[in-house]
């Protein structure tokens, strides 16, 4: 089993509609990570959090520490947001560095006008 | 302020060639992570760097990988005699300290012919 889980693997959506993107981890962690990989194949950091919720612009992302879970969400989504969305957490015992992360497979998403 | 840049984008060796990859960091970032994604799998990390220091390897292949961060001059990831199984997307990212936020550069792909 996955260190880091995302759900659905592949997601189609009409144009508009709401998303949610699933990730559950099976470690301890002091953060979790939330990126977008576009089909050009460029990463871009969304959101790095450790609790609660976050929001910028159409995009939010929560998670629950107890749960071991987090979420992603997209509000009137659009064709551009279409991309492959990878969840990462940092495990604890690293120092504090971001950057020794777990990856998840990423959850492939497909918006249509 | 550019991005975390690297080059080149894409790169064709011949089985037994050495593979450069460089990774020039944001302005005024000192901490390097260098990941590894293989065609149809997830990203893995393979080390962290600052300057001059390599802080953890754990995710580096024990063989023919070897990475550096000097004082002057970008990151340098060094695949000796590559074979096949190298053919990957290298990408790597930076921070300002250990506990901020990732930025990513756009990758090197590499094929091994």
């Known amino acids: 089993k996955n260190e880091v889980e995302q759900s659905p693997q592949n997601l189609t959506a009409q144009e508009g509609e709401f998303i949610t993107i699933n990730c559950s981890y099976s470690v301890g962690i002091s953060a979790l990570h939330w990126l977008q990989q576009h089909p050009g194949g460029g990463i871009v950091s969304l959101f790095m959090l450790s609790s609660g919720k976050k929001k910028h612009g159409r995009l939010i992302a929560t998670i629950n520490i107890q749960e071991k879970h987090s979420s992603l969400h997209i509000t009137a989504s659009h064709p551009r947001d279409s991309a492959v969305y990878i969840c990462a957490v940092t495990p604890t015992g690293y120092g504090g560095s971001q950057g020794n992360l777990i990856f998840g497979k990423g959850t492939k998403l497909s918006v249509k006008p | 302020n550019a991005g975390v840049m690297q080059n080149p984008r894409h790169l064709v060796r011949r089985r037994g060639q050495e593979a450069r990859l460089r990774c020039s960091p944001m302005k005024g970032h000192s901490h390097v992570y260098w990941y590894r994604q293989l065609p149809e799998e997830g990203l893995k990390f393979m080390v962290y760097l600052q300057k001059e220091n390599i802080i953890d390897e754990s995710g580096m292949p024990k063989e023919r990988f070897s990475a550096e961060f000097p004082k002057e001059g970008p990151s340098i990831l060094r695949i000796q005699q590559v074979v096949r199984g190298d053919s990957a997307a290298y990408f790597c990212?930076?921070?300002?300290?250990?506990?901020?936020?990732?930025?990513f550069g756009n990758g090197t792909r590499l094929t091994v012919t």
């Open positions: 990212a930076s921070s300002p300290r250990v506990s901020s936020p990732l930025h």
